[in-house]
């Protein structure tokens, strides 16, 4: 592929933003991690992205006011919401905020790849 897909990827599990760092980056994605919302937030203002994944409950700001914020700074950035905590109610608050997927932890990265492929154009893989 020419240009890879940007993504912000924000979870405040250090393991976590790690590890899926890594596997999306070994799949083409250009990916920056953060485990801090508010360094992911000044980033947003920085640099353009075409996808955000962030984590849904963490300390101030939470994923959901992220999502917000993002929207607010990006309109055009596709949104993906992960959470240990699922419900139906945090789905549809978060797709109302504007993210176009809601997965719940913990995943397999093969389903989160497709799902971001999927969002990104790019089903090659």
Request: proline share 2%.
């Amino acid at each position: 592929m020419d240009t890879k897909i940007k993504v912000l990827l924000l979870d405040d599990e250090p393991i976590v933003a790690e590890r899926v760092k890594s596997s999306l980056e070994r799949s083409d994605f250009d990916v920056d991690a953060f485990v801090a919302s508010r360094d992911a937030i000044d980033q947003l203002k920085k640099e353009k992205y075409d996808i955000l994944i962030t984590d849904l409950k963490m300390r101030s700001p939470d994923g959901m006011e992220v999502l917000r914020i993002a929207r607010q700074i990006q309109s055009d950035i596709k949104a993906v919401v992960i959470t240990g905590f699922a419900t139906n109610k945090t789905a549809e608050e978060a797709r109302q905020s504007g993210a176009v997927e809601f997965i719940a932890k913990p995943f397999k990265m093969s389903q989160l790849k497709k799902m971001l492929n999927t969002i990104s154009g790019r089903e090659d893989e």
